[in-house]
């Protein structure tokens, strides 16, 4: 079964750029990479999606090595409202079923 | 117009009842899915329809139960609610399922067992 760990909680400065790493040891070779973004009391937002090598949208970047054994999610230039907690979401074969797994969630804080 | 919605918001109840919890979505996506987030904020699948068929079912006790009576909506309903139901409940909706597609959250419903 993959274990997604991420760190449990960062801080961070208004307008510097920041990297959350969730690792996924057991990721189906072909199982794509999520992130999501949750503020209090609400629903997960999907922020951004990739299978290798690096995406970028208007928000982030995924950045995702050769083993796909961990990837990273780029924020650039944070701001307050960027303050949240981000999961990463994978899929896993290795039970035999098709399994979603969220990572632990790794809560961060911009400070002004 | 709200995605994807659910009703309750809030659900306080006694151990012992038995409640449900809707949801439905107006982006025409296949498959639905529920999960639950419990107090330390970990997330965890529950269930998972497409077209009105279960395709994903985690190791969640039997007292839960979800129905699709159509694509749009999957309910859940839970039976002799015990204390460690509680959590937020949060439905979501992507077009197709079996693989990673983006998947759309409602705004979940924190459920309270006494």
């Known amino acids: 079964l993959a274990k997604t760990t991420q760190p449990i909680s960062m801080d961070s400065y208004e307008g510097q750029e920041v990297n959350i790493t969730c690792s996924h040891n057991n990721i189906a070779t072909n199982d794509y990479i999520t992130w999501y973004q949750q503020f209090p009391s609400q629903g997960p937002r999907f922020i951004i999606q990739g299978y290798k090598t690096k995406v970028t949208n208007e928000v982030a970047s995924l950045f995702i090595p050769a083993d796909r054994k961990s990837s990273t999610l780029s924020l650039p230039r944070v701001s307050l409202s960027d303050t949240a907690v981000y999961y990463c979401l994978v899929g896993d074969t290795s039970s035999g079923t098709y399994k979603y797994i969220f990572g632990t969630g790794t809560r961060l804080k911009v400070l002004a | 117009d709200t995605a994807v919605s659910q009703t309750p918001k809030y659900l306080v109840t006694q151990m012992g009842n038995d409640k449900s919890i809707k949801c439905e979505q107006n982006l025409g996506h296949d498959t639905m899915y529920w999960y639950k987030q419990d107090s330390k904020k970990f997330l965890k699948i529950m269930f998972s329809?497409?077209?009105?068929?279960?395709?994903i079912n985690e190791t969640v006790p039997n007292r839960f139960s979800p129905k699709s009576p159509d694509k749009a909506h999957l309910n859940l309903h839970i039976n002799s609610l015990e204390l460690g139901d509680s959590a937020v409940y949060f439905c979501?909706?992507?077009?197709?399922?079996?693989?990673?597609?983006?998947?759309?959250f409602g705004p979940g419903t924190r459920l309270t067992v006494t």
């Open positions: 979501a909706s992507s077009t197709h399922s079996l693989g990673l597609y983006e998947q759309y």
């Open positions: 329809y497409n077209n009105k068929e279960l395709i």
